[in-house]
């Protein structure tokens, strides 16, 4: 399973020599950085291509920095397909279907149930047709699908839970690209989380996929704390016990944290409608449109997966919100065309 | 209903002239201050009379700032009976109540339900038998309230809610210590929380009541900002309109924060263990509980209610939790002991 470990060494070559001498403004409040906090110290565009999307940017926190006051000062951003890689399959996906495999590996009883079966046949065809059905509107087999996920982890802690999600961050290499999947971040999106951190913004983390999965790693990818990450969650449980209490995970949902529940999220996390939103996909769209003000500057990015040499060139997920882009203005970041790099390299 | 605006003028009053010039670390950051920040002006603890809670509050917060990292300082307190006065009801109470008087006044047929036939006969005896009940392990008369507490404000938007709240909160006097309610605030905890601050922690506030009803004061009182407010929440709802979309209150909670949820909520807002929690009552026991470590400095504050003359005298709901404390070692700050001042003058 493991190939490679990322040490923060490699992850600081992503940022050339010179941005090193930039200093984050909250930095020198803290009592000593024991991270590396990679979003901080990147804080131009060098890896956008000169074009209308990086303009939009730079216009808009012009505008924003001048405005708004700080504290209103808030972007939040979709995580997979946005901040990072999303395919083959999400990178929590891999993740759950390890576990799913461990299981059945385990227990042979498990290996005839979906979606154990799948995960230890490796039968990739049953769960892209369990999201051609979810497309399709028939979410019976999403269903099967995440009763498994949240009996993966169902009377876990969430700090076993976190070890695990850490772990496998660290030590997995992405299928197809030959890099970690730490390193599957896309180097003009931390540029931008940067580029908004020292203009006095406050990044969120605003995904579909795992709140507790993200965490462990969002402050050293993304130089975003883990209060700031907002995402899925599985209903937590607290027992008392002579350590200070225990939380666990509960084989149910608490939500899912796509479509019109990402305003609501954001909402109840921030009390604030953001000034900036970045998504790739449908599940963004009221993100998207949430994100906006009569008396305020905002920007929508919509990031266009359209660079099969450097990524993937796919728009399944995304056609509505790709059209509405068109009709309501957003910004459209095309990886092929505003992207000088994508990758760290 | 309306006696007294509090001005900022007035909360400026609160402080001492000295403590004005101490100038919050992250002020310096901020585009322009929009709002009177009080606790981080009163870094010291003039209000507090020199005994064991005091003395525990200083020795624990030398050794934080000494032994932990600015990012996991994380200091957590009830509101209710903590921060603010809760008797002789918690003053959200009295915002639902005239809501429900509003109500039954335009509605008459409401008149002979619960609980709006208690409001709108302002039956408080009622009331407190609901209390009582649910003390006593019956809960049938609390849903009857719930469900018309959530009634009152099922689809209206949570600007709107908001906009009610702080008129509220800035015009109502308090029914028996003849200060409005946001006088009613302990002068003691609001100058901790600024030493809290000052020291780099976190301050959150995690409180039974409603998240949306403290949220557009907790800046100017508390010096929280929005995004820290930890409450009972009701279930929100987003719709898209060309105008970035609407979110409302459903009339269905969606979790209630107290007990066992009171630790649930804090880990899934800030992905840390406390360091530091304030609390008054048995609700606040499991929160209480979880602020402990192996390897760091944590304290547990528990509000005693002692003072007769200057506030009020019970121990009601609190029976548990300062048996608690005996047994766990928990601080116990009595009002009437601790406390050289209880409100602002």
């Not at 999965?213 to 993304?222: A, K, L, T």
């Amino acid at each position: 399973m493991s190939v490679s470990v990322v040490r923060p060494e490699a992850l600081r070559e992503w940022v050339g020599a010179g941005a090193l001498s930039l200093v984050h403004p909250l930095r020198a409040l803290r009592g000593g950085v024991r991270r590396l906090s990679l979003g901080a110290m990147t804080a131009t565009l060098a890896s956008w291509n000169d074009g209308a999307a990086m303009q939009a940017i730079m216009e808009f926190v012009e505008r924003a920095t001048s405005e708004v006051p700080v504290e209103d000062r808030v972007a939040v951003f979709d995580n997979d397909g946005t901040l990072w890689c999303e395919k083959p399959m999400p990178i929590q996906a891999d993740f759950v279907l390890r576990r799913l495999f461990e299981m059945a590996d385990a227990d042979p009883g498990l290996r005839d149930r979906q979606p154990w079966k799948a995960a230890y046949e490796r039968d990739y065809a049953w769960l892209g047709r369990v999201m051609a059905e979810h497309y399709a509107g028939d979410d019976t087999n999403v269903r099967t699908l995440l009763g498994g996920v949240l009996a993966a982890y169902a009377g876990i802690s969430v700090d076993e839970f976190e070890a695990k999600s850490d772990t496998f961050l660290r030590t997995v290499q992405h299928p197809t690209l030959g890099r970690s999947y730490l390193t599957c971040v896309y180097t003009p999106m931390i540029e931008l989380l940067g580029y908004l951190q020292v203009n006095g913004f406050s990044n969120y983390i605003a995904s579909g996929g795992g709140r507790d999965f993200m965490r462990p790693i969002s402050q050293e990818v993304y130089d975003i704390p883990r209060e700031r990450v907002i995402g899925s969650a599985s209903t937590l449980e607290y027992a008392s016990d002579d350590r200070g209490g225990t939380i666990t995970h509960k084989p149910e949902a608490d939500y899912l944290d796509d479509g019109p529940q990402k305003p609501v999220r954001i909402w109840s996390r921030t009390g604030r409608r953001p000034l900036l939103a970045g998504g790739n996909s449908n599940g963004d769209i009221p993100m998207l449109e949430f994100t906006r003000h009569h008396d305020k500057p905002f920007l929508r990015l919509l990031v266009l997966h359209d660079d099969v040499d450097r990524e993937f060139d796919y728009t399944g997920g995304a056609e509505q919100a790709l059209q509405q882009a068109d009709t309501d203005g957003w910004t459209v970041v095309s990886i092929k065309n505003d992207w000088a790099t994508v990758f760290p390299s």
